[in-house]
């Protein structure tokens, strides 16, 4: 049966209001309606190996496609994010709270008509250098580290050797895709290394990804504390949360609300005194009641010592050492084994240490046993 004359009308009128929006034409987009201050993909410093332009993609939007199907994004899944090896499947993991800090970033930036591909690129892939068992693990990488070269863990250099930060930005300029590095664009890694810390990057969609991360991480740790039963709202500092709101979700939107409005003010991306007063309050509470003292962090002395011992054999036993971490820095055993390390999931690194220290037949005893 033939078809009627008004659907053949009307896909005819699909037909020609549907068209290909190619890189050219999203970067004429970008040109009218992104502000004047935000990072065009036109005017990106490039990529430290030039290479053909994709067809549709500006550079930005393949940055973040090339972070989103890379390994390291993929191990994120398995990494802590706060809570070490939680029971249960709603805690966050180190890939929820990247997507997390992914979507608050992006609504900020299109409110304030920046570059949203830009500032998803950095959000995804702020996170990729982090070690198995979240920042504890990051500490017992550098304190190994810092007694490999002879420098005293507990000094301030000795503290920093290893940062997450750091080595984000070395995954995806040299460890990727076998050696090769992805090859993103300087705005990307600059954002990604300026994402914490004093350091600021230079863009604002860079700066606008750092506040975005202090806000997740804040906001959803105390949502995971109160999940785990070890925090109520009760317990909260009055003064934020007379200010702030009663619930993540209040907390959230009260400050991306305050950053909208004071960047667009300010020409530059900040929250408001009274706001960020009220965020750094909670973050002060959270070190003191949840990250260095509470006990979600019981179990830490046991992750840190399992790193440290993982380090110390593997840099006495390269052999052990996969082929792919051994391409660059070959003067430099210590960097080469922090790249194995700090690569591993929590899981993986559990199975590796006890490949090193149980042996074989009672891997079973000690699992299904009494």
């Known amino acids: 049966m033939p078809l009627p004359l008004f659907f053949i009308w009307a896909s005819g009128m699909l037909e020609a209001l549907m068209r290909v929006h190619d890189r050219e034409d999203q970067i004429a987009r970008e040109e009218e309606l992104l502000s004047a201050q935000a990072a065009k993909s036109s005017q990106s410093r490039g990529r430290d190996v030039p290479e053909e332009e994709d067809f549709l993609r500006p550079c930005y939007q393949r940055d973040r496609d090339r972070i989103l199907h890379c390994k390291s994004f993929r191990r994120l899944a398995n990494k802590t994010q706060v809570f070490l090896a939680p029971e249960g499947d709603h805690y966050r993991t180190r890939l929820t709270h990247t997507l997390e800090v992914a979507q608050i970033a992006r609504s900020i930036s299109r409110a304030l008509g920046l570059n949203e591909d830009l500032t998803e ?43 997450h930060n750091r080595q984000s930005v070395r995954l995806v300029e040299c460890l990727e895709k076998d050696g090769r590095g992805l090859n993103l664009t300087w705005e990307v890694r600059d954002g990604i290394l300026c994402h914490t810390g004093s350091q600021r990057a230079q863009t604002l969609e860079g700066r606008v990804v750092a506040c975005a991360d202090r806000i997740a991480y804040v906001c959803h740790d105390i949502d995971d504390a109160e999940r785990a039963g070890l925090l109520t709202e009760g317990d909260l500092p009055q003064r934020p949360r007379e200010l702030l709101g009663g619930s993540s979700s209040e907390r ?79 003067d430099h055993p210590d960097v080469q084994v922090a790249d194995y390390v700090s690569g591993m999931t929590d899981r993986y690194a559990v199975r590796v240490f006890e490949d090193l220290t149980v042996p074989r037949s009672w891997k079973g005893v000690m699992t299904h046993g009494r």
């Open 252 to 330: 959230i939107d009260v400050m991306v609300r305050d950053i909208c409005a004071g960047s667009a003010a300010a020409g530059d991306i900040r929250m408001s005194e009274d706001v960020w007063r009220a965020m750094m309050e909670l973050r002060s509470f959270l070190f003191e009641s949840l990250y260095t003292k509470g006990d979600a962090k019981e179990e830490e002395p046991k992750a840190t010592r399992m790193i440290e011992l993982l380090f110390d054999h593997l840099v006495s036993h390269m052999d052990e050492v996969p082929e792919e971490y051994l391409k660059h820095d070959s």
């Open 121 to 163: 690129a950095i959000a995804l892939g702020h996170d990729l250098g982090h070690t198995p068992f979240g920042h504890c693990g990051e500490r017992a990488l550098s304190r190994a580290m810092a007694r490999y070269r002879g420098i005293d863990p507990d000094s301030q250099e000795g503290r920093y050797i290893f940062r």
